[in-house]
């Protein structure tokens, strides 16, 4: 074998090996928008630009039988109704404020080029007039919620994000872990894997992402919410369905003591 053949060949693996340790990244971080990012819920703040009494006992049937997201498209037409304008509204949600701590942990996972995403229950116009007013747009690689818009005459109007029958620890509009999964798997096919997934959120539909996390992840359930709640049960009951290493958290620097240790 010739010294300039061994040489080539010697490049050639070397070339291998480096890409192979670029297709893996140390983390990803996948939160939850309400009660997670933000402070509060943004479906609920826009309710209260109605006046109390276009909430009726109708209306609210109409959430058990047909789902939130048809409740909150009924919510979002008598919005329309009552002359609320689509400024209105991006007022109320851009004014939400966001967690302790949120801002500078989602700045810090962009500063160590950490990929996060969010997988939320709100819909696209909210998220994304936040994520705008707040400058953390670019922060984010990819947000899975209700696809939204307003319409020709200014009514917003909300889809569900697909229609699910095969989890039992989702709405039928949102089955958050299904989508972490086909993320992870697409981000595979496209030449990237992650040592390590963390999920950030706080409510009962944040269980089922949670039990889809390997012994190797992270599950931050926000203290003394609805998530922290169940798992905290599951665990007295010695259930072991939650694989992933569980943290409570108050603030998004009580994620970052912890996430930082992934970085590299």
């Known amino acids: 074998m010739s010294f300039h053949y061994k040489k080539l060949l010697r490049s050639v693996c070397l070339s291998m090996f480096t ?21 509060d819920n943004t479906d609920l703040i826009v309710q209260k630009l109605l006046p109390a009494d276009k ?10 039988e047909d789902g939130w997201t048809a409740f909150m498209q009924k919510i979002f037409i008598l919005l329309h109704e009552s002359g609320i304008t689509p400024t209105q509204i991006r007022d109320a949600i851009v004014r939400i404020p966001a967690t302790p701590g949120m801002n500078n942990l989602l700045r810090t996972l962009e500063q160590f080029q950490v ?41 917003l109007k909300i889809e569900m994000y697909h229609l699910q029958n095969w989890c039992q620890f989702s709405t039928r509009n949102l089955c958050k872990g299904h989508i972490l999964e086909s993320y992870v798997e697409k981000r595979r096919n496209e030449g ?8 950030v959120g706080d409510g009962k539909y944040d269980l089922c992402p949670s039990l889809r996390l390997s012994e190797n992840d992270l ?11 169940l798992i905290k049960e599951m665990q007295n009951q010695k259930d072991e369905s939650v694989k992933a290493t569980v943290h409570s958290w108050k603030s998004g620097d009580d994620i970052l003591k912890v996430v930082s240790d992934y970085f590299n």
């Open 192 to 199: 990237i894997d992650f040592s390590h997934l963390a999920f």
């Open 19 to 39: 890409n192979k340790r670029e297709m893996m990244k140390p983390l990803l971080v996948a939160f939850d928008f309400d009660h997670t990012i933000i402070n």
């Open 55 to 64: 909430i009726t006992d109708d209306l609210k049937k109409l959430y058990k």
């Open 115 to 155: 990929e996060v995403i969010i997988i939320s229950d709100s819909n696209s116009v909210f998220i994304k007039d936040w994520l705008t007013e707040s400058s953390l747009k670019n922060v984010v690689a990819q947000v899975f919620t209700n696809p939204a818009h307003y319409d020709e005459d200014g009514c």
């Open 219 to 229: 599950v931050f359930a926000r203290e003394d919410f609805h998530l922290d709640k």
